[in-house]
């Protein structure tokens, strides 16, 4: 458990210094200089590659395990970073339209934010029981635990970089 976390906390070091440096992506000038979708691709590439070392590190599998694991988890990161074109998708527009952004923009910009999250869960519900046939009920969770957590520190790097909206 305790190399779980030694792990854990280079993946949020990493993530966070990464998307730190990206700052201006999300500036409320729009002066600002941005970065670019391959400058954002490559980070995300870079993320799934850490956060599959992270998994491999930390999840103790068997070899016939790992056979059976590693394609439905290659599955579920596709299913899951079309998602997240959709979330960085929005997250680009509301960083576009920040400035000039009305009462039916936010409130669309909500509700589509809130579906994303949705979906999330779901590809999640989704996948518990097709990786319950591979592992065991605990390595399962452990699964998805580090999975949520590595999304959560993700979201909450992203979220200290999105300005609220502003009445």
């Given at each position: 458990?305790?190399?779980?976390?030694?792990?854990?906390?280079?993946v949020?070091?990493?993530?966070?210094s990464?998307?730190?440096n990206?700052?201006?992506l999300?500036?409320q000038?729009?002066?600002?200089?941005?970065?670019?979708?391959?400058d954002?691709?490559?980070?995300?590439?870079d993320?799934?590659?850490?956060?599959k070392?992270?998994i491999?590190?930390?999840?103790?599998?068997?070899?016939?395990?790992?056979?059976?694991?590693?394609?439905?988890?290659?599955?579920?990161t596709?299913?899951?970073?079309?998602?997240?074109?959709?979330?960085?998708?929005?997250?680009?527009?509301?960083a576009?339209?920040?400035?000039?952004?009305?009462?039916?923009?936010a409130?669309?910009?909500?509700?589509?934010?809130?579906?994303?999250?949705?979906?999330?869960?779901?590809?999640?519900?989704?996948?518990?029981?097709?990786i319950?046939?591979?592992?065991?009920?605990?390595?399962?969770?452990m699964?998805f635990?580090?999975?949520?957590?590595?999304?959560l520190?993700?979201?909450?790097?992203?979220?200290?970089?999105?300005?609220?909206?502003q009445?």
């Open positions: 458990m305790k190399t779980m976390k030694k792990s854990v906390m280079a949020l070091i990493l993530a966070g990464i998307l730190a990206h700052r201006p999300f500036a000038d729009s002066s600002s200089a941005t970065v670019s979708d391959q954002i691709q490559l980070l995300r590439k993320l799934r590659s850490q956060k070392q992270l491999a590190a930390n999840l103790p599998l068997t070899d016939a395990e790992a056979v059976k694991f590693w394609p439905l988890y290659d599955q579920y596709a299913e899951t970073a079309k998602i997240n074109d959709t979330r960085y998708a929005l997250i680009k527009e509301y576009t339209n920040y400035n000039n952004l009305t009462d039916a923009q409130q669309d910009y909500i509700t589509r934010s809130i579906a994303v999250d949705e979906s999330v869960v779901q590809l999640r519900q989704k996948y518990v029981p097709i319950e046939k591979v592992l065991s009920g605990k390595k399962t969770a699964f635990q580090m999975d949520k957590r590595v999304a520190m993700i979201d909450l790097q992203l979220a200290s970089m999105i300005p609220i909206v009445p």
